[in-house]
């Protein structure tokens, strides 16, 4: 039948019950931005979560959880794009709010525009950016992650903000470190 070590996978240790609930929500932030829908983020994540799982032994002796998590879950994105040459966009425009009270609309402006040029983004630029500005990883942290050079995070993330600027001039001067939460 099965093995003691195949059975022990669908045991849930206490601390890596701990762990996904401390990282779920920071994991979900970062898989919503490289893939612009919450499903499919959520998918991402779980999918990351469960090839972390199967490495628990390993990664939690060592401390590197959160790290061997994130890097399954870019590697799993960028497989996806390569598989799947679906061109999304959106079907209009942000709605002009001028004359509604600006209690959370601002913020809420600035989500979908940051959203709308994220998502016309290349999947390579994209990722560098959710890294380099949401995650704040270094140009090498990142070039680790998804398995580049340096000098094609310095590159890809050069193109990615031009395009921004484009894209989405309002988000210029925007503090973008941790500003999707």
């Known amino acids: 039948m099965f093995g003691r070590e195949e059975a022990d ?3 849930p240790a206490p601390d890596f019950d701990a762990f996904v609930r401390a990282r779920t929500p920071a994991l979900l932030r970062s898989a919503y931005l490289l893939t612009g829908d919450q499903h499919l983020a959520e998918d991402l994540v779980q999918s990351a979560l469960g090839l972390t799982h ?13 790290a061997y998590t994130r890097k399954t879950m870019y590697h799993l994105q960028v497989s996806r794009w390569r598989r799947r040459r679906v061109v999304e966009a959106f079907a209009g425009d942000v709605p002009d709010w001028s004359g509604v009270e600006a209690d959370h609309a601002e913020q809420t402006v600035l989500r979908l525009s940051l959203r709308s040029a994220l998502s016309r983004l290349t999947p390579k630029q994209r990722a560098v950016v959710v890294l380099r500005f949401f995650d704040d990883l270094t140009e090498v942290q990142a070039a680790e992650t998804l398995g580049v050079s ?3 995070i310095k590159s890809q993330t050069a193109k990615a903000l031009e395009r921004l600027r484009v894209l989405a001039p309002e ?3 925007l503090n973008m470190t941790g500003g999707a939460r």
């Open 150 to 152: 340096v000098g094609t």
């Open 9 to 11: 996978v669908d045991v």
């Open 171 to 173: 988000l210029d001067g």
């Open 54 to 66: 199967r490495a628990w032994k390993n990664l939690h002796a060592t401390g590197n959880a959160e």
